[in-house]
C-alpha cells in the first residue's frame, strides 16, 4: 500500500517461509518465517450419547475458547459449527466417529463415542440394552424356571408345566347328570305311558 505494508493471510501452518522485497534503487530484503498454529483443537460431547437424541457437539481450543465455523466430520459426514463452535446433531448410529479441523489450528484427535441403543420394546427382538426385566415382551429368557408371558410348555417345558388334560372329576360329574336325567326322562315316560 501507499506506506509499504502488504497484508497476506497465510492459511496453513508452515515452517521455513521466506518474504522478499525489492525496489528500484533500494537494496533488496528477506526474512524467514514459520506460520504457527493459533492453537489445537478439541471436541466436546456428552459422557453419554443415546441413540435418537439430538447432541450438542462443541469445539474448542486448548484454552477452552470456543472455535466458531470448524468443520466436524461426524462417521464421514462434515458439518459446520456455528459462531459459538456448536453443533446440534440428531445421534442415528449405534457410534459416532469425530475429528474438527479449522484453519490456522492442528485438527482435533479422532473420537470414537459409543451410543446407547434406543430400546423399542414390543418389535419382537431382544435388542442391545433390552433385558428380560425392561422388555420381558421381547426378551424372553427359556431356562431361568419361571414361566414368562408368551412361554407355554410347547416352546419352553423347562420353565412351564405340563397342562393337564380335561379333569376326569368334571367328567365323572357330566356323566352323573346325564345319567340322572336319562333315569328321569325314562320314568316320566313311563308314567305317562301307564296313565294313558
Not at 460431547?45 to 441413540?51: F, G, M, R
Not at 408345566?161 to 379333569?167: L, M, V
Given at each position: 500500500?501507499?506506506?509499504?505494508?502488504?497484508?497476506?493471510?497465510?492459511?496453513?501452518i508452515q515452517a521455513g517461509l521466506e518474504s522478499s522485497t525489492s525496489m528500484e534503487n533500494y537494496k533488496s530484503s528477506s526474512i524467514l518465517f514459520d506460520v504457527h498454529a493459533i492453537g489445537k483443537l478439541n471436541?466436546?460431547?456428552?459422557?453419554?450419547?443415546?441413540?435418537?437424541?439430538?447432541?450438542?457437539?462443541t469445539v474448542r481450543d486448548e484454552n477452552k475458547n470456543a472455535v466458531p465455523n470448524a468443520k466436524v466430520t461426524i462417521?464421514?459426514?462434515e458439518q459446520t459449527a456455528d459462531a459459538n463452535g456448536k453443533i446440534e446433531y440428531k445421534v442415528t448410529t449405534s457410534s459416532l466417529t469425530l475429528k474438527a479441523a479449522s484453519e490456522g489450528y492442528v485438527s482435533?484427535?479422532?473420537?470414537s463415542v459409543p451410543v446407547e441403543a434406543k430400546i423399542v420394546c414390543g418389535d419382537g427382538k431382544c435388542e442391545a440394552g433390552e433385558t428380560k426385566e425392561n422388555c420381558p415382551r421381547?426378551?424372553?429368557v427359556c431356562g431361568d424356571n419361571v414361566c414368562?408371558?408368551?412361554e407355554s410348555y410347547e416352546n419352553c417345558?423347562?420353565?412351564?408345566?405340563?397342562?393337564?388334560?380335561?379333569?376326569?372329576?368334571?367328567?365323572?360329574?357330566?356323566?352323573?347328570?346325564?345319567?340322572?336325567?336319562?333315569y328321569y326322562f325314562l320314568v316320566m315316560r313311563k308314567k305317562?305311558?301307564?296313565?294313558?
Open positions: 500500500d501507499a506506506n509499504g505494508i502488504v497484508k497476506m493471510t497465510i492459511k496453513t471436541i466436546e460431547v456428552p459422557e453419554k450419547v443415546k441413540q435418537g437424541e439430538t447432541i450438542t457437539i462417521n464421514g459426514v482435533s484427535e479422532q473420537i421381547d426378551c424372553i414368562d408371558i408368551g417345558p423347562s420353565d412351564c408345566p405340563k397342562p393337564e388334560g380335561f379333569p376326569l372329576w368334571i367328567i365323572g360329574i357330566l356323566l352323573v347328570i346325564v345319567l340322572i336325567a336319562a305317562k305311558g301307564g296313565e294313558e
